[in-house]
């Protein structure tokens, strides 16, 4: 393998700690920074997050700290692993800290509520570097499967196409196989859409629907997705791989998924609330990301509609059931 590179993992929730396990098992140098004391102290004496990945050892090449300036000493590698909603003020904190040339990398699969911006966007802007700095990591990548080493691929999104690579080299493991990709807008539309179709399945799923009305929402939803991602310029091809289709599989037919398991939730007629205290502060990005990207689907003039019945039971006191019946009611067309 290639020089280990001294990487810091910001952000310590389930997929945060499973990318730095994959990091260190990659052979990589890792800290990674938690928010309390305590659990980095867990992670350093015991070797468990049990608050996010109970059962699971983690690496001895991993290290914790709740210190962002200890964790970003010398990193060559910075991976932003918070909810899309708190990206922007976690990162500003840490922008002074950021050391110069090194690699950028998104793990959040939203788009921000106030501003419409994708990830690296606010990456890019908040940090204050060319969008060549910023990655994204993106596939049907579900945390406790990849925590408990089940082969699984993803992409690793980069305009520039040598860091890209760098990035692949250094997250590759017996167990986890990245592809490159240089499409961000595409990987990053697929991954922010894909949470918002999967509360739709698991209102299916509540609703006590099968497999033929799962299919649909995801072959539906994979239309609706593309269609927003050509119109921001993606490349269309990125929805049919690991990012769009891969992702948007995995998700929506996993109870493993946090998003699918809150539609499912709202589906059987809980309320937004009782959705919410059952998650135990675990982030179902799509609850939020609905409004940002019906939003800018509009923006661009293009038709979403999932999104519009996801956001309205979200937002709007539409019940599962009428949702369903709307969708299924709205003007007959060519597919
Ligand atoms: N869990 C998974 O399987 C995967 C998650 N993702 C994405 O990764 C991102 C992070 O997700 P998870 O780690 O799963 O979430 P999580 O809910 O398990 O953990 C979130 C982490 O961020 C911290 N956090 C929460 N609010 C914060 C705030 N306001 N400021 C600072 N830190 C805060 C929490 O303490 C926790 O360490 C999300 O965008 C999610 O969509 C992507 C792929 C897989
Ligand atoms: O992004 C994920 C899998 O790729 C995780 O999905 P959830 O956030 O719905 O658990």
């Given at each position: 393998?290639?020089?280990?590179?001294?990487?810091?993992v910001l952000g310590g929730g389930s997929w945060g700690?499973?990318?730095?396990?994959?990091?260190?098992?990659?052979?990589?140098?890792?800290?990674?920074w938690v928010r309390r004391?305590?659990?980095?102290?867990?992670?350093?004496?015991?070797?468990?997050?049990?608050?996010?990945?109970?059962?699971?050892?983690?690496?001895?090449?991993?290290?914790?700290?709740?210190?962002a300036?200890?964790?970003?000493?010398?990193?060559?590698?910075?991976v932003l692993a918070v909810p899309s909603q708190s990206l922007r003020e976690n990162l500003a904190g840490w922008q002074?800290?950021?050391?110069?040339?090194?690699?950028?990398?998104s793990l959040s699969k939203g788009v921000e509520l106030s501003t419409?911006k994708r990830m690296?966007q606010v990456i890019?802007e908040v940090a204050?570097?060319?969008?060549?700095?910023?990655?994204?990591?993106?596939?049907?990548?579900?945390?406790?499967?990849?925590?408990?080493?089940?082969?699984?691929?993803?992409?690793?999104?980069?305009?520039?196409?040598?860091?890209?690579?760098?990035?692949?080299?250094?997250?590759?493991?017996?167990?986890?196989?990245?592809?490159?990709?240089?499409?961000?807008?595409?990987?990053?539309?697929?991954?922010a859409?894909?949470?918002?179709?999967?509360?739709?399945?698991?209102?299916?799923?509540?609703?006590?629907?099968?497999?033929?009305?799962?299919?649909?929402?995801?072959?539906?939803?994979?239309?609706?997705?593309?269609?927003?991602?050509?119109?921001?310029?993606?490349?269309?091809?990125?929805?049919?791989?690991?990012?769009?289709?891969?992702?948007?599989?995995?998700?929506?037919?996993?109870?493993?998924?946090?998003?699918?398991?809150?539609?499912?939730?709202?589906?059987?007629?809980?309320?937004?609330?009782?959705?919410q205290?059952?998650a135990?502060g675990q982030v179902s990005e799509?609850v939020k990301s609905?409004s940002s990207?019906?939003?800018?689907?509009?923006?661009?003039?293009?038709?979403?509609?999932?999104?519009?019945?996801?956001?309205?039971?979200?937002?709007?006191?539409?019940?599962?059931?009428?949702?369903?019946?709307?969708?299924?009611?709205?003007?007959?067309?060519?597919?």
């Amino acid at each position: 393998m290639a020089r280990p590179e001294r990487i810091a993992v910001l952000g310590g929730g389930s997929w945060g700690t499973t990318f730095a396990k994959v990091l260190a098992d990659a052979g990589n140098d890792v800290v990674l920074w938690v928010r309390r004391a305590e659990v980095a102290a867990e992670i350093n004496e015991s070797r468990y997050n049990s608050g996010y990945l109970p059962g699971v050892e983690l690496p001895e090449r991993l290290r914790a700290t709740d210190d962002a300036a200890e964790a970003l000493q010398a990193a060559e590698i910075v991976v932003l692993a918070v909810p899309s909603q708190s990206l922007r003020e976690n990162l500003a904190g840490w922008q002074p800290l950021l050391p110069e040339d090194a690699t950028l990398v998104s793990l959040s699969k939203g788009v921000e509520l106030s501003t419409l911006k994708r990830m690296s966007q606010v990456i890019a802007e908040v940090a204050d570097v060319p969008m060549g700095r910023v990655a994204v990591v993106s596939g049907p990548n579900l945390a406790k499967e990849i925590a408990a080493e089940q082969p699984t691929a993803t992409v690793v999104a980069c305009p520039d196409e040598p860091r890209a690579v760098a990035l692949q080299q250094a997250c590759s493991t017996s167990y986890f196989r990245p592809y490159t990709n240089t499409d961000l807008v595409g990987i990053e539309i697929a991954g922010a859409c894909k949470n918002v179709i999967a509360l739709a399945c698991g209102m299916a799923v509540g609703l006590g629907f099968g497999h033929n009305t799962m299919s649909s929402l995801i072959t539906r939803g994979l239309a609706e997705t593309t269609r927003l991602g050509v119109a921001l310029g993606a490349d269309p091809m990125s929805f049919a791989g690991l990012a769009g289709l891969g992702d948007l599989v995995a998700t929506c037919m996993s109870p493993l998924s946090r998003n699918r398991t809150f539609g499912e939730r709202l589906g059987r007629g809980e309320t937004l609330a009782q959705a919410q205290d059952a998650a135990h502060g675990q982030v179902s990005e799509g609850v939020k990301s609905c409004s940002s990207i019906r939003e800018l689907a509009a923006r661009h003039g293009v038709e979403m509609p999932i999104t519009d019945v996801v956001y309205g039971v979200c937002h709007e006191g539409l019940q599962p059931g009428p949702a369903a019946a709307e969708l299924l009611g709205r003007e007959r067309k060519p597919e």
